[in-house]
């Protein structure tokens, strides 16, 4: 039998807004803030959602995201 995965409870950042639960209005302000010119910069604990709500944000505004992070 395949595992059975929950997109909620994987690890990995999520890309579409579909995906995250509660920062419709986080996710609108950054996109209204990058139209209009600015560079917000998002900063918060680990593991609270920072890189999940850029990669939708970049995903939305037809961005590119790189990661820096060492495998």
């Known amino acids: 039998m395949p595992p059975v995965f929950c997109k909620f409870f994987d690890t990995r950042p999520k890309v579409s807004r579909d995906s995250v639960f509660g920062r ?6 950054i996109e ?3 139209n ?8 918060g604990p680990k593991r609270v959602g920072k890189t999940t709500v850029m990669r939708v944000v970049i995903n939305e505004l037809g961005g590119i995201y790189i990661s820096m992070r060492r495998q």
Do not use: A
């Not at 419709?24 to 302000?29: A, F, G, K, L, Q």
């Open 36 to 43: 209009s010119g600015f560079w917000p910069v998002i900063l």
């Open 24 to 29: 419709d209005d986080v996710i609108n302000e």
């Open 32 to 34: 209204r803030l990058l």
